[in-house]
Structure formats: C-alpha cells, structure tokens
C-alpha cells in the first residue's frame, strides 16, 4: 500500500538553527499538510498546501515557518529559527479527492530542539 | 471553534473484554469523523472514516458509531487483545479536502493479557 514517508525520524538542532523537514507524498495526492504533535499535547494542524500555494494555515504557523513543493515529489517544512517550544513530533500527510477526506499520515519526525 | 473531547483519557481492560471509545465535538458542521490509531513514538494510523451522512463504519473487530446531531462518534473494539493496547485519536474535518482535522486528546488504552 502506498505510504507517506518523512525524513528524517529525529532530528536534534540547537535553538536559532534552520530546519528543513522531508516529507515524500503518496504520488497521485493533491492536498499536503504538516501537523505537530507537542509530547501529552494534542495534535494540532499547522498548515496545508495545494496547487503550489498555502490554501489554509493556523494561528501557529507564522513567519518562522514555510512550506516548499520543490520538485512534484517532495513537500518540505522549514523553520527558519528554532525554538526551544518547537521540540514535537511533525505529521505530514497527504490526501486526494474521492476519498471522502482521508487524510494519510508518515510516521513523523521527533524534532528536539536543545 | 470546533473543540473536540476524547473521554476517558486511559482505560485499561483484561484480554477479551469489549472497548468502547468515546468522542465529542462541539460543530456538528462536520465532513467526516476519522478515527486514528498511534503508537508511542510513531505515526497516525487510520481505522475508520465516518461520512456525515453515516450512521457507522465497520472494520474486522472495530466498529464506529456516528450521531453528528448530537456531536458524538463511539469506536467499538470488539474481543481486545494485547495488540490493541495504543492511543486511539479521533478527529473532525468540515470539507472533503485541503481542510485541517482537529483532533481530540485521545484515549489510552492498555489491554492486559
């Protein structure tokens, strides 16, 4: 079955560094999204991307983070300057239309900021 | 705002006993309901999706119950086993794409042998 598979599955940076986090989309999904997932916190939607612009973003998602298609197979998270409150497990996920709004989730990137 | 209330958070149940999960929200303008399995440390696995026009689903031994006028969804887990130990997430949607879930704070389940 086709999967969503994120890179990598940790990542541990120092706080002000620049993080760039992979994800590779099932390959005939059209809607992309990033969610996070602080540890005993909920998971909570940060953005989602279609047709190459940002359709709907949270109130978290602000000027330190951005999102990239780069190439039709990759879709990226970067935060520009990492905070120590960003430390979470990062979702991406992908859906298509006709599936009744199935999301499909990769199995994320704990992201430690120290 | 849709806010959405998982209860209980932790259940813990003998081997072979039935489960039942509960979830709230508090927008009944939703698309579908999506239930979610995770365990620690890893991704979303999806069990069930409910359609707003759904009464429920069903898969193997899991069963999910929709009422949207009164803002609940119920997953059944039938005969657990230790497998089924994990946290059960659910989550709302209000369009068929491009639209963010929001999810509840899920229940823990601990299914002893």
């Known amino acids: 079955e086709p999967e969503v598979t994120q890179t990598p599955s940790h990542q541990v940076t120092q706080m002000g560094q620049e993080v760039i986090l992979r994800c590779v989309p099932i390959?005939?999904?059209?809607?992309f999204y990033w969610y996070r997932q602080i540890l005993g916190q909920k998971v909570e939607f940060l953005v989602s991307?279609?047709?190459?612009?940002?359709?709907?973003k949270s109130e978290i998602f602000d000027d330190q983070f951005s999102v990239e298609r780069p190439d039709g197979s990759n879709f990226t998270l970067k935060i520009r300057s990492t905070k120590l409150e960003d430390s979470a497990m990062y979702f991406c996920?992908?859906?298509?239309?006709?599936?009744?709004?199935?999301?499909?989730f990769g199995s994320g990137t704990q992201l430690s900021v120290l | 705002k849709q806010e959405v209330t998982q209860i209980p958070a932790a259940l813990s149940v003998p081997e072979g006993e039935n489960l039942v999960l509960n979830c709230s929200f508090t927008d009944s303008a939703i698309y579908n309901l999506q239930w979610f399995r995770q365990d620690p440390g890893k991704g979303l696995t999806s069990l069930l999706l409910?359609?707003?026009?759904?009464r429920e689903q069903t898969s193997g031994r899991l069963n999910a119950s929709l009422d949207k006028s009164s803002g609940r969804s119920t997953l059944y887990i039938a005969a657990s086993q230790p497998g089924d130990s994990a946290t059960y997430l659910c989550a709302v949607t209000r369009q068929a794409a491009g639209n963010k879930l929001t999810f509840g704070g899920g229940t823990r389940v601990l299914v002893k042998p």
């Open positions: 409910i359609q707003s026009s759904q």
């Open positions: 996920a992908s859906s298509v239309p006709g599936q009744g709004g199935k999301l499909f």
């Open positions: 991307f279609y047709n190459n612009e940002i359709s709907e």
């Open positions: 390959s005939n999904h059209l809607y």
